[in-house]
């Protein structure tokens, strides 16, 4: 059987030829997708804003119908809720938001809650509350500034791990490229007004390791490159290796859409965000890491004797004993 090949093997795309358009590219949609965030925000999501935690338990046996819940809450009027099982299926979490000034009313938010289990028991009487709480802005604002740091740690713990297996450029250029792909898919939700929840943080981490994925793919072959073509120039070598990782990073790329445009397209509504900021992150990832992470190598001061260790003095001294120097 004939293999499919996407991608020939003896591809020479000049990427590197048009590194300094495509990098003041990537500033431009840096600094405009902060821009973005600055001036439109995130629609943030109940986990970040706050809102009405209600906790119920179905009989013992059944699984929490959670599409007809979600459709039986968006019925009442307060904006897209998050129904999610937790512990056995049985047992459901359901948040809805909270319209703004309601947190001021004294009982307001309860009535609310209580609104929504109503709504539900009137469908299934069986059900049990367990819990009818408010999920306060202070501790929204705690999800937010956990999210916040969970992702700074996330592209610092990559860029020290780059660092250590190749050299310092590496760290840099991978940590410059993370950097690009986590404020241009933040910059998509600040535009589009998707809902931003804790979801998308899952999908933004998500998208930083298929990221570095690549990018290790690519510096991997630069580095094998730099050791076995010494003096070719930079741009040369940089260009071979990302054609020679293109067809592995064409299948890849590939192989996820088949499974991510399906679910875009027909998957449930609550997954639409989650989804898409992945689906999103595979076209940014993989441009970062041809036009952000290898050609900023040569800005860096990447040479051919990057990975040739260094001949200490001790060194020559032991070659001279042996009559090698």
Do not use: C
Not at 6 to 32: A, C, E, K, M, Y
Not at 106 to 133: C, F, H, K, L, Q
Request: proline letters at 5%; glycine letters at 10%; aromatic letters at 10%.
């Amino acid at each position: 059987m004939k293999l499919l090949k996407l991608v020939p093997d003896d591809t020479n795309i000049q990427f590197l030829r048009l590194r300094v358009p495509f990098f003041i590219l990537s500033l431009v949609l840096i600094f405009g997708s902060w821009g973005a965030v600055a001036v439109n925000g995130l629609n943030l999501g109940i986990d970040f804003a706050g809102g009405q935690e209600v906790r119920l338990t179905f009989a013992e046996g059944n699984a929490a119908p959670v599409p007809e819940l979600r459709e039986t809450v968006t019925g009442l009027g307060y904006g897209t809720p998050v129904v999610q099982e937790f512990g056995s299926p049985n047992e459901v979490s359901i948040r809805v938001p909270l319209p703004e000034g309601v947190e001021d009313t004294p009982g307001a938010a309860t009535a609310i809650g209580n609104e929504v289990i109503a709504a539900i028991e009137s469908g299934y009487p069986d059900v049990r509350t367990d819990g009818n709480s408010t999920v306060s802005g202070k501790v929204a604002g705690e999800f937010s500034r956990d999210a916040g740091f969970a992702l700074l740690f996330a592209m610092i713990a990559v860029a020290i791990y780059i660092w250590i297996r190749f050299e310092w450029q590496f760290g840099v250029g991978g940590l410059f490229a993370l950097f690009h792909d986590v404020s241009v898919t933040m910059g998509l939700f600040a535009i589009t007004q998707m809902e931003f929840s804790l979801q998308i943080i899952a999908a933004i981490l998500a998208v930083i390791g298929y990221s570095l994925n690549d990018t290790i793919v690519v510096y991997d072959r630069i580095r094998e490159n730099l050791k076995k073509y010494r003096k070719m120039p930079l741009a040369e070598l940089l260009d071979l290796s990302v054609n020679e990782t293109l067809a592995r990073t064409v299948m890849t790329s590939l192989t996820l859409l088949v499974a991510l445009v399906p679910l875009l397209i027909a998957g449930p509504p609550s997954l639409f965000g989650l989804v898409a900021a992945i689906t999103a992150g595979l076209f940014i990832g993989t441009y970062s890491s041809i036009y952000l992470a290898a050609p900023i190598l040569i800005w860096l001061g990447v040479t051919s004797d990057s990975f040739v260790p260094q001949e200490t003095e001790a060194d020559r001294q032991e070659k001279k004993v042996l009559g090698e120097a």
